[in-house]
């Protein structure tokens, strides 16, 4: 069965330090959502791309966040520099372009700042 | 106030209960609604999706949508143990840059 895939599964990194995740979404599927999950809250969006343009980063803290999908298929999320409220669940989903039947969801990097 | 709100929990059942979920919502440009199915620690699964008004239903999981009402449920019957996780509803204006935007969830423990 398709899956999106995700790494690393767990990041510890230390405050300032800079982190990178990965995400490469199920084949076929155009559009790819970074989100962050903060524990015991819904996930919020941090950047949707369709195929490799970004059309929604409003919520991305750009100053220290950066993402891209250079050939529209696999992305990367930086943080640069880390901080402490960055500890939370980073969640890649992905879905068909032109349909919101739903989007599938990896398993996520769970992230620590210390 | 969030544009999507959802019941408060956690909520504890006894196996074989028939168990409801609601969210409810502001915006009345959502017409996908989606729930899905959260385990500790492992990103969210798609358990339901429906399009605009109505009911869907799917083995023990029926999903229904009042737009009218800005309201939006999972029904669970025969609850089972292997049901205890978080639940969390999703929400989409459509469209193909349109992003999902979900509710905070609630926990769900079925007790043998």
């Known amino acids: 069965e398709a899956e999106v895939a995700q790494s690393p599964r767990y990041k510890i990194t230390e405050k300032s330090q800079a982190v990178a995740f990965w995400c490469d979404p199920i084949s076929g599927h ?3 959502y970074w989100y962050r999950q903060i524990l ?3 996930p919020e969006l941090l950047v949707q791309f369709q195929d490799e343009s970004v059309v929604d980063d409003s919520q ?7 993402a891209e ?7 990367t999320l930086k943080i640069q520099p880390a901080e402490l409220g960055d500890s939370a669940m980073y969640l890649c989903a992905s879905s068909l372009a032109r349909t919101v039947r739903g989007a599938f969801f990896g398993q996520g990097t ?4 210390v | 106030q969030k544009e999507v709100e959802q019941d408060p929990g956690p909520l504890s059942v006894p196996e074989g209960a028939i168990v409801s979920l609601n969210c409810t919502y502001s915006n009345s440009a959502f017409q996908y609604f989606m729930w899905y199915r959260q385990y500790s620690r492992k990103g969210p699964e798609l358990l339901m999706y429906t399009y605009s008004s109505g009911n869907k239903e799917d ?8 737009k009218s009402s800005k309201y939006i449920s999972l029904f669970i019957r025969d609850s089972q143990p292997s049901d205890s996780a978080t639940y969390l509803c999703a929400m989409s204006a459509g ?18």
Do not use: M, Y
């Open chain 1, 30 to 32: 155009a559009t790819l």
């Open chain 1, 40 to 42: 015991g809250q819904g």
């Open chain 2, 95 to 112: 469209g193909a840059n349109s992003k999902l935007t979900f509710g905070k969830g609630i926990t769900l423990s079925v007790r043998p």
């Open chain 1, 60 to 66: 991305l803290p750009k100053d220290r966040f950066s």
């Open chain 1, 110 to 113: 769970r992230l620590t700042v």
């Open chain 2, 59 to 66: 083995g023990r999981f029926t999903a229904q949508v009042d």
């Open chain 1, 69 to 75: 999908r250079l050939k529209g298929v696999d992305s």
